[in-house]
């Protein structure tokens, strides 16, 4: 008489509750991978970089940014942090000016930026529509989530010309990383130095530039 407590067991030595509980950890690995894809919307690119210690020692890193589309953002890491690198659209440019009057440091006097990238889009004027900025709240240091679209926004406001806003406490910045008036953070967020060598962006390092 067969005993009813054991489990029948196929060709391969498995049993029928061993197959079963395979099929559901395989299936459930293939879930989780495909919600990791379905939310990779802004890649977090890997540079021309040196090695982890020396980059969060402050070593440079280099970025080829020739196929870096209009409208499209990637982050490279510097220093531990990511760095933003948006191609700015003439659109987005133009939408810079006329959130001025709800910003409480349009002008950079008080946020820290190389003398270079201290005017109202917050860029070195021979590339001025790419935008190099730490991605980091100067809050308390989240990482801001990147709004592109222009036009009324739940976050940004019905006057939103695109930005970012920090879902921890709600701080607002624009696509110059200039930060609204009556939100927590009180400054820009960062504008790390940088200079260009061809179509190569060298993040961390502006010495010897051309002014």
Same mark, same amino acid.
């Given at each position: 008489?067969?005993?009813?407590?054991?489990?029948?067991?196929?060709?391969?030595?498995? =049993?029928?509750?061993?197959? +079963?509980?395979? #099929?559901?950890? %395989?299936?459930? %690995?293939?879930?989780?991978?495909?919600?990791?894809?379905? !939310?990779?919307?802004?890649?977090?690119?890997?540079?021309?970089?040196?090695?982890? #210690?020396? +980059?969060?020692?402050?070593?440079?890193?280099?970025?080829?940014?020739?196929?870096?589309?209009?409208?499209?953002?990637?982050? $490279?890491?510097?220093?531990?942090?990511?760095? $933003?690198?948006?191609?700015? %659209?003439?659109?987005?440019?133009?939408?810079?000016?006329?959130?001025?009057?709800?910003?409480?440091?349009?002008?950079?006097? =008080?946020?820290?930026?190389? /003398?270079?990238?201290?005017?109202?889009? #917050?860029?070195?004027?021979?590339?001025?529509?790419?935008?190099?900025?730490?991605? !980091?709240?100067? &809050?308390?240091?989240?990482? *801001? /989530?990147?709004?592109?679209?222009?036009?009324?926004? *739940?976050?940004?406001?019905?006057?939103?010309?695109?930005?970012?806003?920090? *879902?921890? &406490?709600? =701080?607002?910045?624009?696509?110059?990383?200039? /930060?609204?008036?009556? $939100?927590?953070?009180?400054?820009?967020?960062?504008?790390? *130095?940088?200079?260009?060598?061809?179509?190569?962006? &060298?993040?961390?390092?502006?010495?010897?530039?051309? %002014?």
């Amino acid at each position: 008489m067969a005993d009813n407590n054991v489990s029948d067991v196929n060709a391969d030595g498995m =049993s029928v509750e061993d197959r +079963k509980r395979r #099929r559901f950890l %395989t299936g459930m %690995t293939a879930g989780f991978g495909a919600i990791g894809a379905g !939310v990779a919307v802004v890649p977090f690119v890997m540079s021309m970089a040196p090695s982890e #210690r020396a +980059k969060n020692a402050g070593a440079p890193v280099q970025f080829d940014f020739s196929k870096l589309q209009e409208g499209q953002m990637v982050k $490279v890491e510097w220093r531990g942090k990511p760095v $933003v690198l948006l191609q700015r %659209t003439s659109e987005m440019m133009a939408g810079l000016e006329q959130i001025e009057g709800n910003l409480a440091d349009a002008g950079s006097a =008080s946020s820290s930026q190389p /003398v270079y990238a201290q005017n109202n889009k #917050r860029s070195d004027a021979a590339r001025p529509e790419l935008l190099v900025m730490e991605g !980091v709240c100067t &809050h308390l240091g989240c990482s *801001p /989530v990147e709004k592109l679209a222009l036009g009324p926004d *739940p976050e940004m406001g019905d006057d939103s010309q695109g930005g970012f806003f920090c *879902p921890c &406490h709600g =701080s607002k910045f624009d696509l110059a990383g200039r /930060v609204y008036k009556n $939100v927590p953070a009180t400054t820009n967020m960062a504008i790390p *130095p940088y200079r260009f060598e061809g179509l190569v962006i &060298h993040i961390g390092d502006d010495e010897g530039r051309i %002014t």
